[in-house]
């Protein structure tokens, strides 16, 4: 993009006046090489963002910020309900709650090297991945709304995990709100068999070693030595919130000229929280939440099962659990004003600063963890929520790396098994059912992950804590 | 004009494109298109049968909900398709794709496919016999 088009507010913030049919600004964090390298579209749809009813404050866009459905990947906007505000379907995206958790495996990565080869066989046979996989659950009607309603807290109940997980997940590991009910009996039909299934795309398991610290009292607070090794997850709600997104971003469409809502872009399909079509969603939106938080909790048991199995006595502890692509409702203060705002982040992950009251107590003078995935080869990070972040961007930071390539130029730049060659060269082992998969996730289809944190981190809205590098990646 | 179907590129994802000489041919081949994100349809073998029904406003909406529908019975049912047949009375579609069970092993699938959207959707007469569909399909 032409940095022209913006005034520089900052090294690492540039922002767009309202024109137009804009209420408030568009603002995006990142250096001038990321927003050079960004998609023109980037900041079509955030402007477009800009004009929905109800907006607040400004539509933002993350330094991993790339192309999406009408809002960008990487967009953050809240709306006030009192105030017209309205939820977006488009907002939230596809891959409902598609969130990260890392566990700590107490090993150090010179410990795993000797077992790596037999670990991440085992772990690419048990974890099931890739198209048309199916996990191990069948849920019946009952169990369907059951796991719907509790999330990762009726995957505890059934044995997948304890307690001390549901305190180091967002929401205690169970979203408040979700109405089964509102879920279509297409989506749960395609859910019926996919909970505790990685999925494809850029879903994976992975071994990472903590390779770097930057801040030594944030990574003692959350047991993080160099050399030691983590696991870190990332999916999502699977076919359910796929379909869910499906159908509601249609009705919206549909339903939108009878709100006398004008959308500049079809995929910004919106409807008024308070309507029935808005509550409608936030319900499914939320059943869908859960369903992630199930999955994500049920995958971490058979990860901890592999391990019990490769290293007898290990306990694979809970770091975090984030969520990307979601709409909450939280109090925010604007100008002055504390006001209950629905914060969509789609492609970005909710960073609040210490001391907010939803964290659990022993991380709550250290800031909610934030948890940077990286792609297949490269750096992943954790960072951590900060004070300055309370008033930039509704306390939220990147997501990941972004991708800065198409599947298509991808695989037409890189094999499959050249790279899982390369890769294993490395050190990094692969393990994926498909090589075109590999192609189209290469490393190098992505943004350096590493100046898309370093933007996040100069612009306060997060703060670097770890480096992670990847030991083992089992990919979708 | 035989009928056709290509990818276009997409920063995150990927177009499919069908070109036929009718619309229902277009539809059939942006079907086909969507098989080929997921996998070579030519290593697809066409032995089960399966129908859907849809209806829209208009003929865009109506290709998102047909490729939606495919995408719900490849998910649901595990299976992958190689061959389409749609009838369309105006908005309203008939269509069938046959296709089997995934196959891991054999059809090395690359990525499963999210959902169809309105993203780059057109679906027009180009010139004379010569229908063009098309949208991004989230993977």
């Known amino acids: 993009m032409d940095l022209a088009r913006f005034s520089q507010v900052s090294e690492v913030e540039w922002r767009v006046e309202p024109v137009g049919g804009m209420r408030v600004p568009a603002v995006i964090f990142a250096d001038a090489g990321l927003i050079r390298e960004m998609d023109d579209k980037v900041l079509e749809q955030l402007t477009n963002v800009a004009t929905l009813p109800g907006i607040v404050e400004a539509a933002y866009a993350m330094p991993d910020a790339h192309w999406g459905y009408g809002f960008p990947i990487g967009g953050v906007a809240a709306f006030d309900a009192d105030e017209g505000g309205v939820v977006s379907a488009g907002g939230v995206g596809f891959d409902i709650s598609c969130g990260v958790r890392t566990l700590h495996t107490g090993l150090t990565a010179a410990e795993v090297e000797p077992r790596k080869q037999r670990l991440a066989d085992h772990l690419f046979a048990h974890v099931p991945a890739g198209v048309g996989s199916t996990g191990q659950l069948r849920l019946n009607a009952n169990e369907m709304d059951a796991m719907l309603r509790g999330g990762a807290r009726w995957a505890v109940e059934r044995g997948y995990g304890s307690a001390a997980d549901l305190e180091r997940i967002e929401e205690h590991g169970c979203m408040s709100g979700a109405e089964p009910g509102e ?47 983590v696991v870190s997850i990332h999916c999502g709600s699977r076919g359910l919130g796929h379909q869910i997104g499906t159908e509601f971003l249609r009705q919206m469409v549909v339903a939108a000229p009878g709100f006398g809502i004008e959308l500049p872009d079809r995929e910004l399909a919106c409807a008024p929280i308070k309507s029935p079509l808005g509550q409608a969603y936030l319900g499914a939106m939320r059943a869908a939440i859960n369903c992630a938080l199930a999955n994500r909790q049920v995958i971490t048991h058979l990860a901890r099962e592999v391990f019990a199995d490769v290293f007898p006595g290990t306990h694979l502890g809970l770091i975090y659990d984030v ?37 659990p107590a022993d991380l709550r003078d250290v800031g909610q963890p934030v948890l940077i995935g990286g792609s297949m080869g490269t750096a992943s990070y954790i960072l ?43 050190g990094v082992l692969i393990r994926s059912p498909s090589l075109r998969g590999v192609a189209e996730e290469a490393p190098g289809a992505y943004k350096d992950v590493s100046a898309v944190v370093d933007a996040a981190d100069r612009a306060g809205l997060a703060r670097k804590v770890a480096k992670l590098k990847p030991l083992v990646c089992i990919k979708g | 004009m035989r009928p056709h179907w290509q990818h276009f590129p997409h920063g995150a994802d990927i177009g499919v494109r069908g070109i036929g000489p009718t619309l229902a041919a277009a539809f059939e081949q942006a079907a086909l298109a969507m098989t080929a994100v997921v996998t070579d349809p030519a290593g697809v ?21 047909w490729l ?43 990525v499963e496919i999210k959902g169809a959207t309105y993203t780059e959707l057109r679906v027009r007469e180009d010139e004379s016999d010569r229908w063009l569909a098309q949208c991004v399909v989230d993977v």
């Not at chain 1, 599947?407 to 890769?423: C, K, N, P, S, Y």
């Not at chain 2, 073998?45 to 909900?65: G, K, S, T």
Request: charge should be neutral; aromatic fraction near 4%.
């Open chain 2, 45 to 65: 073998v066409p032995r089960e049968a399966v129908d859907v029904q849809c209806e829209a406003p208009d003929n865009e909406m109506l290709l998102v909900d």
């Open chain 1, 183 to 229: 879920v279509s009996e297409h989506a749960k039909r395609r859910q019926r068999d996919e909970i505790g299934t990685l999925g494809s795309g850029n879903h994976y398991l992975e071994l990472q070693e903590i390779a770097e610290i930057y801040d030594s009292q944030a990574a003692d607070r959350l047991r993080l030595r160099v050399g030691e090794v």
């Open chain 1, 384 to 426: 951590v929520g900060t004070e300055a972040g309370r008033t930039r961007a509704f306390s939220s930071a990147c997501h990941g790396a972004g991708r800065a390539m198409s599947r298509h130029q991808a695989t037409r730049q890189w094999r499959g098994r050249a790279l899982v060659d390369e890769l294993a060269s490395q």
């Open chain 1, 323 to 359: 969520s990307h692509n979601t709409c909450k409702l939280e109090p925010h203060t604007v100008d002055g004003r504390t006001r209950q705002l629905y914060v969509h982040r789609k492609g970005a992950t909710r960073a609040f600063g210490p001391r907010h009251p939803t964290l």
């Open chain 2, 68 to 110: 939606n529908a495919l995408v719900l019975e490849m998910a649901a049912r595990h299976m992958l398709f190689a061959r389409f047949e749609v009838n369309l009375e105006g908005h309203r579609l008939h269509g069938t794709a046959w296709g089997e069970t995934v196959d891991p092993a054999r059809h090395q699938p690359a």
